[in-house]
């Protein structure tokens, strides 16, 4: 069984551009979540889908977007790229949007910023 | 809000010895308690998890954690570690009625394991 794909897996971009980074989870799993990660400040929960709906969201600004599709598969946006926007961005899947469910990772995203 | 800590930057372990990693939590209601493990350039991998029932729970790759709702801590533990544990390790926290996947983490504890 395939795990969570996410592309690309490194990108650099310059200030002031947008990005969009792809996820595409496990089969017949349903949410989706991103995080992002730094050095400084570890990580953190950007946003969450399920069935094509955002169930809850972090605290980022609105630069940070996302959506998923009718396949599950998920894309997060940010525009305006800054150089703190750096970091490893995780995409996790889950079978179900219950507590107890754990969440599967992909490798991530590293997005650089110059 | 909930929140979660792991007080070690890194832990230190002799290969064959048994190894610690410290996590405490602070959360409002029953808290769903998952440990990930991360090498070099890799996502996160799920190594085990506590709902409710027994204390202690087992995961994989021989790896244990103890969950003691009175120190409000899910320590994880191995009984003798090997070097290719050596990695990047995350306790995370979700709450019982938080509607959703979110998760919160800890800020990470790097286990080297010397031969």
């Known amino acids: 069984k395939a795990g969570v794909t996410q592309t690309p897996r490194y990108l650099i971009k310059t200030r002031g551009q947008q990005v969009t980074l792809s996820c595409s989870p496990i089969s017949g799993h349903r949410s989706v979540s991103w995080y992002q990660q730094t050095p400084g400040q570890g990580l953190q929960f950007l946003f969450e889908y399920f069935s094509e709906t955002q169930r809850n969201k972090g605290n980022f600004p609105g630069r940070f977007s996302g959506r998923q599709f009718s396949n599950s598969r998920s894309e997060m946006n940010v525009s305006t790229l800054e150089l703190g926007d750096s970091a490893l961005y995780l995409c996790?899947?889950?079978?179900?949007?219950?507590?107890?469910?754990?969440?599967?990772f992909g490798q991530g995203t590293r997005l650089t910023v110059v | 809000a909930q929140s979660v800590a792991q007080p070690e930057d890194q832990v230190n372990v002799a290969e064959g010895n048994p190894l610690t990693v410290k996590c405490t939590y602070s959360v409002s209601g029953n808290p769903y308690l998952f440990w990930y493990v991360q090498y070099p350039n890799r996502g996160l991998q799920f190594l085990l998890k506590y709902i409710t029932g027994d204390n202690l729970v087992k995961g994989s790759y021989g790896f244990e954690a103890e969950f003691n709702k009175s120190q409000t801590s899910f320590h994880l533990k191995k009984p003798s570690a090997l070097v290719s544990d050596s990695a990047l390790y995350f306790c995370a926290v979700r709450v019982f009625g938080n509607a959703g996947n979110m998760l919160t983490f800890g800020g990470g504890t790097r286990l080297m394991v010397k031969p």
């Open positions: 996790a899947s889950s079978l179900a949007q219950t507590e107890n469910t754990e969440a599967f």
